[in-house]
């Protein structure tokens, strides 16, 4: 098939799982082009089967800032047209779905089908979709799309609670390479971070107020007062300012290493013992999919989709939201005992590999793009 796939290039969820799609779909034949205003973080210089589409959105006095949902769709549709292309799958649904629903309409009037998938991946639904001014066309994006999928059966629910959509919403939940995210993938840069008789936490986020950081690096200083650690904060964001002042207040900035974003975290988490993830929300929860494949069992909060990634008990623990005593306990019954480390991590690795292969979600994503350019 011959597939466009708009998505942000941040290095949040929803742009990760777009190129991560996107990669694995050209791995099997398919002709992918990937459209945002800059090239998505995942993405290679140069992959067999991708093209990258840059969106530009031009700047003019009468505008009050760069009409980018309107570039979108006319970039959308010029793909389409010379490709041309089958379908359009956005992640993400404004703007993107309302960008290919414009473009879906512009190759109508040209006498061409274009079908429209659309993935909801979280703040879409949770946050922007739920501001009242935003609402209205988030649910005209949803019953428009030719097909809809979520990214958990949370979020697949939620969307219809609160915004009574009246169409199906296929649940295809976020997916890894076990092939490449897997525990003795550690790089020697990672394993730099480890110190005899020290554990190594993590914590993988874009720092918004929803990720509560703050909640990250409480844990682990009440974890320093037991066992000697170090913490690895991957990510940039609003709350970065926020972490770095804690850590100056707790006294422990010799032990926690801001990283920034990175683009190889699979060569990083393996070399970690347990992921850190308090967030208020999580509508999956990728970077816990991701350490769990590498072994790296998880500490995060019993809050949205989360449960449906993370078995609490097994593969790691969940509490409730602000649970700090809850969650340090935790983190120190598993890194305090070497033999209910390895049992946790490998359930870990057990659970990410078999429930969330790469190769089920893409042949789940090809049914529904087979269901939607059939106009079904």
């Not at 512009?106 to 703040?123: D, I, N, W």
């Not at 974003?261 to 988490?269: D, I, M, Q």
């Not at 967030?279 to 929860?285: A, K, L, P, Y």
């Amino acid at each position: 098939m011959r597939i466009g796939i708009a998505c942000y290039p941040t290095f949040g969820g929803s742009g990760v799982v777009a190129t991560e799609l996107a990669l694995a779909l050209a791995a099997r034949g398919h002709d992918v082009h990937m459209l945002s205003y800059e090239r998505p973080h995942r993405l290679p210089d140069f992959v067999p089967g991708v093209t990258y589409h840059q969106v530009s959105a031009p700047s003019y006095p009468l505008f009050l800032s760069p009409p980018y949902t309107l570039a979108l769709a006319t970039k959308m549709a010029d793909v389409a047209e010379h490709t041309p292309l089958d379908l359009l799958h956005v992640h993400y649904a404004l703007p993107h779905a309302i960008s290919a629903i414009l473009a879906r309409q512009m190759r109508e009037s040209a006498g061409a089908r274009l079908a429209v998938v659309t993935t909801l991946h979280g703040t879409d639904i949770t946050l922007v979709g739920q501001d009242q001014s935003y609402l209205p066309i988030t649910r005209f994006a949803i019953e428009k799309s030719d097909a809809v999928t979520a990214v958990s059966r949370y979020l697949a629910d939620l969307t219809v609670q609160q915004f009574g959509v009246r169409n199906p919403i296929d649940v295809v939940a976020n997916f890894v390479d076990g092939g490449r995210y897997r525990p003795d993938a550690a790089s020697d840069w990672a394993r730099g971070f480890r110190r005899p008789g020290e554990a190594l936490l993590v914590h993988v986020s874009n720092f918004r107020p929803v990720k509560r950081v703050g909640d990250v690096i409480a844990i682990f200083g009440r974890v320093l007062e037991k066992m000697p650690a170090r913490l690895l904060l991957v990510g940039d964001g609003p709350d970065r300012a926020l972490a770095e002042r804690t850590c100056r207040e707790l006294h422990i900035c010799d032990r926690v290493h801001f990283l920034g974003n990175l683009t190889a975290v699979e060569t990083l988490l393996p070399a970690c013992d347990l992921l850190l993830l308090t967030s208020d929300r999580e509508s999956f929860g990728l970077s816990a999919l991701e350490a769990m494949a590498c072994g790296v069992p998880v500490i995060g909060t019993d809050a949205g989709g989360l449960p449906e990634v993370v078995e609490s008990g097994k593969s790691g623990f969940l509490r409730p939201i602000g649970d700090i005593e809850g969650m340090t306990r935790d983190a120190l019954s598993i890194l305090s005992d070497p033999e209910r480390h390895r049992r946790f991590s490998e359930a870990a690795r057990l659970r990410a590999v078999t429930e969330f292969p790469e190769e089920r979600a893409v042949a789940r994503y090809l049914e529904i793009y087979e269901r939607a350019a059939a106009g079904q």
